[in-house]
């Protein structure tokens, strides 16, 4: 009986899948490399001993799938496939819709098809729009999504919330991630953007490391502790841990739930150079630039409820995360290339 994980090779995914080998689990991965290198899957077996099965396979490929499925016994599925770029999503509003909502329409038919009881999906914060307050619940309100590609992740919560409720027999963990950084201690898997990063931590690795100049500092009048955005920044291996957590809860049959996944703490853009800085001693030059559209003055999560049903808690901090991230970056400065 094995996990399967689609989007395995990916970034959340890959440290996920070490996590999973690592306490015993049997799994088996889906991906379709679109935003993930084949090296991941030797680094995996470099780091485990243990090689899971390996399907090249697009998630929305029904005929495909059914094989994997004919193939394997799936006892839970973690969905981490899906398109991620907040920017692209709004060039290519319809190629996320497909992508990411029509994978998860897919998994959903084939886990009726086949019985699989269990799945937890990958969510995020931005299905909490601009926030009216923080720390943020679980039970605040969606919806207002800033792109597309939040639009998506609300829209599968919704498509996991109509299925739950037509397959009482099925167990559903939907979790909101708020913003992981950080790579695996070992130095050998981490964050692999390509080309210029979106997101702080990549960017800031990169500057680190001379690949690019300065950071851009998206604006400094935000109503935030220093003018700048203020996120929860969560270690991804203490973000991988919450999967095993959900799989957990999930064999208590609870139905559909929900949880975020952060720290509970808000650290602004300078604070996170600054740690960058003192843990790892480099400088990161930074100019302040006008802000980002979209972007939101602050998110942090309201952790208890994670906490109290299913025992999550981080135990890495920020220190831990700007150290493990340019441990990664300066082992691979062209990422898995
Ligand atoms: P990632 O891009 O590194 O990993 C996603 C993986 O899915 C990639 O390996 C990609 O090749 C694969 N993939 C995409 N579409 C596919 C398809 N149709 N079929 C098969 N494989 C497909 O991203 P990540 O940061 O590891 O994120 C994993 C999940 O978590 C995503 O669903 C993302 O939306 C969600 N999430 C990420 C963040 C974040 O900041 N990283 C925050 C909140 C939620
Ligand atoms: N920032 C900069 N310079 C950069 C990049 C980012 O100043 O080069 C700032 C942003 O303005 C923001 C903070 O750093 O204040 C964090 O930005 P990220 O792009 O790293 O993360 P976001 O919070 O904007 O978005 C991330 C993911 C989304 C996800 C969301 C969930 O990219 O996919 O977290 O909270 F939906």
Redo the contacts with the bound molecule.
Sequence with gaps: MAILVTGGTGYIGSHTVVELLNHGYEVVIVDNFSNSKPEVLNRIFLMTNRRPKFYQIDVCDYDGMTEVFEKETIKAIIHFAGL???AESVEKPELYFKNNVGSSEVLLQLMEKYHVPNLVFSS???VYGVPKHVPLKESDKVGGCTNP??QT?LDIEYLLKDYAKEHKEVNIAILR???PIGAHQSGLIGEDPHGI?????P?ITQVAIGKRPH?????ND?KTVDG?????YIHVVDLAHGHLRALKKLEEKPGLVIYNLGTGKGTS?LE?VQAFEKANNVKIPYII?D??PG??DE?YAEVSKAFLEMGFKTKLDIEDACRDSWRWQRKNPHGYD
Excluded: E, H, Q, W
């Design positions: 991620k770029s907040v995020s914060a931005t590609y939040g992740k991630y708020f913003n990063p979106n997101n702080l931590m960017y950071l851009n500092v998206y604006g935000y700048t955005g203020v996120r929860d853009v996170l630039c802000r980002r972007d939101i998110n």
